[in-house]
């Protein structure tokens, strides 16, 4: 199983960025997708997941300013995000989790976020 994040970059603040993440060797459409983050200096944490059928869950930091989206045809999950703030600056990381709930099965190697004030 591979997960292929990119899309991230240096972006400013108020800024918007789109994450993707590209699926392969797994049955896609029966995974929770998921992204979590990493900030300098501080332990990963959720940002937001999407389940088989669409339902989606975000973390309050990134409630109404993020979007997560998934493309079954095309392997795909994405993350939308608005209104970016320094405190957004992290590694992103896609992820993936065959059980509606617990551990993430596979993580993808991360992708560099960087919100300038």
């Known amino acids: 199983v591979q997960l292929q994040a990119s899309g991230g970059g240096l972006v400013q603040a108020g800024g918007s960025r789109r994450l993707s993440c590209a699926a392969s060797?797994?049955?896609?459409?029966?995974?929770?997708m998921a992204w979590f983050r990493q900030a300098p200096g501080k332990e990963r944490e959720f940002v937001a997941s999407?389940?088989?059928?669409?339902?989606?869950s975000y973390a309050d930091s990134v409630q109404g300013r993020f979007t997560i989206s998934r493309d079954n045809a095309k392997n795909m999950v994405y993350l939308q995000m608005n209104s970016l703030n320094p405190e957004d600056t992290a590694v992103y990381y896609c992820?993936?989790?065959?059980?509606?709930?617990?551990?993430?099965?596979?993580w993808g190697q991360g992708t560099q976020v960087t919100v300038s004030s």
């Open positions: 992820a993936a989790r065959k059980a509606l709930a617990g551990d993430y099965d596979f």
């Open positions: 060797g797994l049955t896609f459409s029966s995974y929770v």
């Open positions: 999407i389940f088989q059928i669409g339902s989606e």
